[in-house]
């Protein structure tokens, strides 16, 4: 399966995004498809995930209430809805694709190819 991210773009702080993560084929009901961010220097980081099936959310911490994770069945595509941007925020967001949930990138088997999101302070 590919994956293909889009909607990044330079934003002011407290503006928004709706980051869009497009597969190429239909998602099974087991898969999870999640949002992970790397900024310069850093590792990537868990952001946020969505079961397929039962639609189950996940959020990391640091942006609970500010990210809203979503998907479209119709179209095998999730969205992640960015709001009250901040400078932190500011990466490459990558989508991605796997079998079971998790917080790590090795739980995940495919990768779109990332989408940059920057943010004037």
């Known amino acids: 399966v590919q994956l293909q991210a889009s909607g990044g773009g330079l934003v002011q702080a407290g503006g928004s995004l709706r980051l869009s993560c497009a597969a190429s084929?239909?998602?099974?009901?087991?898969?999870?498809v999640g949002w992970f961010r790397q900024a310069p220097g850093k590792e990537r980081e868990f952001v946020s995930a969505?079961?397929?099936?039962?639609?189950?959310?996940y959020y990391e911490d640091s942006v609970r209430g500010r990210f809203t994770i979503s998907k479209d069945s119709a179209k095998n595509t999730v969205y992640l809805q960015i709001d009250s941007l901040k400078p932190d925020d500011a990466a490459v967001y990558y989508c991605?694709?796997?079998?079971?949930?998790?917080?790590?990138?090795?739980?995940?088997?495919?990768w779109g190819q990332g989408t940059q999101v920057t943010v004037s302070s």
């Open positions: 991605a694709m796997g079998s079971h949930y998790g917080t790590t990138p090795a739980a995940y088997d495919y």
């Open positions: 084929r239909r998602i099974y009901s087991s898969g999870v």
């Open positions: 969505i079961r397929w099936g039962s639609g189950i959310r």
